[in-house]
């Protein structure tokens, strides 16, 4: 286990600091893991067929470029994020079903909720960089969450 508190004190110079301008969904409050990226708008196809992959060790971000318009993530994805062994995902926007997904054993970041579901177009891409919170998010990097915020680095500090 580790606190996003300690990895700073000791790995400072490591690490880049996301602004703190998420809350946290789900009952798993600390999760870590390589990160895979995806950047979309109002249109979460592509987070279904991520989620549908191997998630052991990783985190999905979701960049869907801060929209409060609608939901990115509901129960159902968090239930399949759950089956396919994903460590967390970080959402840049909403979610809903937010009360299911609280009492499930998942960790997710996302600005709010939202009760409207998103458009299926198909539309999005998958490992590029992506930028909120003040931090590019890079695939293969690695990511650090718990209740005092997140924490990204190039290297994987818990060995």
């Avoid at 293969?140 to 209740?147: L, M, P, S």
Wanted: some cysteine; charged content about 25%; overall charge negative.
């Amino acid at each position: 286990m580790f606190t996003t508190a300690d990895l700073w004190d000791e790995y400072e110079k490591l690490l880049s600091c996301v602004d703190p301008i998420f809350k946290h969904f789900g009952s798993k409050k600390v999760f870590s893991g390589k990160i895979t990226t995806i950047k979309l708008f109002e249109d979460n196809s592509l987070v279904r067929k991520q989620l549908e992959s191997d998630g052991k060790g990783r985190v999905l971000v979701i960049d869907g470029g801060g929209s409060l318009r609608c939901a990115l993530v509901g129960d159902q994805l968090a239930e399949l994020a759950m089956q396919n062994n994903w460590e967390g995902i970080i959402v840049n926007g909403c979610i809903r079903d937010s009360e299911v997904i609280n009492s499930m054993n998942i960790g997710i970041k996302a600005l709010n909720t939202c009760p409207v579901k998103s458009v299926k177009r198909n539309i999005g891409e998958i490992d590029i960089p992506v930028k909120f919170g003040v931090i590019t998010f890079l695939s293969e990097y690695y990511i650090y969450a718990d209740a005092d915020g997140i924490l990204v680095s190039k290297d994987n500090l818990l060995k």
